[in-house]
């Protein structure tokens, strides 16, 4: 068989991570708002930017909503690259949970991801997107990054997403869809990072690098 030389080139090292913190942590925040970082999240951003594990990334995307883009600018302006925009990997859109304190939001959303454990990805709230719309959504935009990265010849990228959408990717590539492992992936922090080696792979086998908490930003708060 001939190759295909036209065929778009998947990334060799894919890195996914969540935005740095809010300004306001103590609620809910969907694909509805468009908060931006708060102090700490603006030093995590500073550390984030440090990282000498990105010291090879050489795409940036976000998902456009302020706190991811926030959370990459000071990369961006270290390596001096482009940030591009992919709107596919926006949060989660949470209808009536907007807003809500996050230990009332947290206890109403365990009752969804209840559903989705047992199958029904169709389940949701009022207003809010379902797992099933969340992961048609992000795998599309999946597809987009590998086009970018083809027609760029980009080799590492990054993306900056955020949780909830983060994590139904992860599940999705990681357990085949099975939410019911949902619990296995843990909480994703803000800026914690993933690494996948090889993502034109069916299952991914990601390397976990952890958050900007494990360094010191003490001098950069």
Known sequence: MIPDHTAPKLPHTLFLARHAQSADPTVFHG???DIHLGDLGLAQALAFANRPDLAEVDLLVSSGQRRSLQTLEPLAKKRGLEIHLI???HERRVGVLQGTPVSCSASLFSLTRREWALGNKDHTTEGAESYSQVRNRVLGAMTQLLDLCHHLGARKPLVVSHGLTLKILLVERLFGGDASRWDELGPIEN???????HPRQSFWKPKVHGCVNHLDITSLV
Not at 191 to 197: G, H, P
């Open 191 to 197: 800026t914690s990072l993933w690494a996948i080696d």
């Open 87 to 89: 709107a596919g990997f």
């Open 31 to 33: 694909f509805e708002s």
